[in-house]
């Protein structure tokens, strides 16, 4: 079975500060997404990934995707207090079918 | 354009109920799937429905079930309703599968089983 894992799975960093979210999978894939969800709220879609070496970036966040080490980054840089939310990472596979990480819950400290 | 629809937003159940969740894609979008989100277990796929037809299925007991109308609005059912099943609910649609498409969330259905 795929797995997806995050680390850290927990993350208090102070404003200001660069931090990287790491997530490793089992399988052979490249499309892997990212998802912001907020306490209480639905999952926000930061980046859609679909082949080797990808880099996107919006604001503070950049993503990146390396199949072949199945592995891939979502970057922050300069924190501030409004990137506080839980993120995820997911790998899909066959149609919409997605595996999801753990989540890393980021809290952005002043 | 309006989002994806879920409806209720938050229902209450009891121990052996069953449960009818809705779901509205966004216009134009074929693909509708449903995940199960808990604290203990995260995100869990559910199932996958294209032009009416289950794509895929997780692996979850045959008192999860769903469908998919013609109009690509889909169901979901829980029967014989369990403290364990309770969780968030969440349907997600996009035009079709497994082409890159972004995948939008709705903003899911509370369940919480007495």
């Known amino acids: 079975e795929l797995k997806v894992e995050q680390n850290p799975l927990f993350l208090s960093m102070q404003e200001g500060k660069n931090y990287t979210i790491y997530c490793n999978y089992s399988?052979?894939?490249?499309?892997l997404y990212w998802y912001r969800q907020d306490p209480g709220k639905s999952l926000e879609s930061l980046f859609v990934?679909?082949?080797?070496?990808a880099v996107k970036q919006e604001g503070r966040l950049m993503a990146s995707l390396d199949t072949k080490a199945r592995l891939s980054t979502l970057h922050i840089t300069a924190a501030v207090h409004d990137l506080s939310a839980t993120y995820f990472c997911a790998v899909l596979l066959t149609g919409n079918q997605f595996y999801f990480g753990t989540g890393t819950s980021l809290t952005v400290i002043p | 354009k309006a989002g994806v629809t879920q409806t209720p937003r938050y229902l209450i159940k009891t121990r052996g109920q069953q449960v009818t969740l809705s779901c509205s894609p966004i216009?134009?979008?074929?693909?509708v799937s449903w995940y199960q989100q808990t604290p203990g277990q995260g995100l869990q796929f559910l199932f996958e429905?294209?032009?009416?037809?289950?794509?895929n299925k997780g692996n979850f007991p045959g008192r999860f079930s769903g469908r998919q109308f013609s109009n690509s609005r889909s169901e979901m059912n829980v029967s014989t309703l369990e403290l364990g099943d309770s969780a968030l609910y969440l349907c997600?649609?996009?035009?079709?599968?497994?082409?890159?498409?972004?995948?939008?969330f709705g903003e899911g259905s509370w369940l919480t089983v007495v």
């Open positions: 990934l679909l082949s080797n070496g």
């Open positions: 399988t052979t894939s490249d499309r």
């Open positions: 429905y294209f032009s009416e037809t289950q794509r």
């Open positions: 216009s134009g979008h074929r693909s």
């Open positions: 997600a649609s996009s035009l079709a599968g497994n082409t890159g498409n972004t995948i939008y």
